[in-house]
């Protein structure tokens, strides 16, 4: 079992940065490829990004590509999100999440693929 924690949410202006950490215990997260989601006040969880166990492979939602970027440090049991360029429509709470399945071919974006999640952290995008 792994344990999830996720930290660098806030309050931002529209175009600017933010880069979410989701921090892994338990269990080290090269086990997992790993994903970030996220929630919008009364809407449901949304599939973000995506990462292969040793970082090759990497997917996004079409809203974000090209802004956002997963990555990876095996070695400090680490996942980041580093969002970029931020609209106001990015807030939400972002959640990270295991899957002991490496590859997905094309379920990759569904939340029961994930077996962890995070409590998650709160982006705020104002205008």
């Known amino acids: 079992q792994v344990q999830l924690v996720e930290s660098g949410g806030g309050l931002v202006q529209a175009g600017g940065s933010l880069r979410l950490s989701c921090a892994a215990s338990?269990?080290?997260?090269?086990?997992?490829?790993m994903g970030w989601f996220r929630q919008a006040p009364g809407k449901e969880r949304d599939f973000v990004a995506r990462?292969?166990?040793?970082?090759?492979?990497?997917y996004y939602a079409n809203s974000v590509k090209g802004r956002f970027t997963i990555s990876r440090d095996n070695a400090k049991n680490t996942v980041y999100l580093q969002m970029n360029s931020l609209k106001p429509e990015d807030t939400a709470v972002y959640y990270c999440?295991?899957?002991?399945?490496?590859?997905?071919?094309?379920?990759?974006?569904?939340?029961?693929?994930?077996?962890?999640w995070g409590q998650g952290t709160q982006v705020t995008v104002s205008s």
């Open positions: 990462i292969s166990r040793s970082g090759p492979r990497t």
């Open positions: 338990g269990r080290t997260v090269t086990n997992y490829a």
């Open positions: 999440a295991a899957d002991r399945q490496d590859y997905r071919s094309s379920t990759y974006y569904h939340l029961s693929e994930y077996d962890y």
